[in-house]
């Protein structure tokens, strides 16, 4: 059984930053692209970051963000830094090319 279960998500002011983790089960994540998605209230929700054979970011978060992975952990992070309200969402993990999510974890940036 697949778990992906988020943590880190919190309420933060502009400028700020967060660490979130992403703790998979039930898979070894080394031989996976992994992904961070989030969604905002009302919107779509939207690719964040991968970690595969490369990492990509949304144009959004490109300087600010970073996904890494420690597979001796089975855990994927992304830190986020210089937050800004516009990045208030849940966000998602995933295991790219499958079915497989996390429930996600709030992150809210607001003053």
């Known amino acids: 059984q697949v778990q992906l279960v988020e943590s880190g998500g919190s309420l933060v002011q502009p400028g700020g930053s967060l660490r979130l983790s992403c703790q998979a089960s039930?898979?070894?994540?080394?031989?996976?692209?992994m992904a961070w998605y989030r969604q905002a209230p009302g919107k779509q929700r939207e690719l964040v970051a991968t970690?595969?054979?490369?990492?990509n970011y949304a144009d959004s978060v490109k300087g600010r963000f970073t996904i890494s992975r420690d597979n001796a952990k089975n855990t994927v992070y992304l830190q986020m830094n210089s937050l800004k309200p516009e990045d208030t969402a849940v966000y998602y993990c995933?295991?790219?090319?499958?079915?497989?999510w996390g429930q996600g974890t709030q992150v809210t940036v607001s003053s």
């Open positions: 970690s595969g054979r490369s990492t």
């Open positions: 039930g898979i070894i994540i080394s031989i996976y692209a």
């Open positions: 995933k295991v790219e090319g499958s079915s497989f």
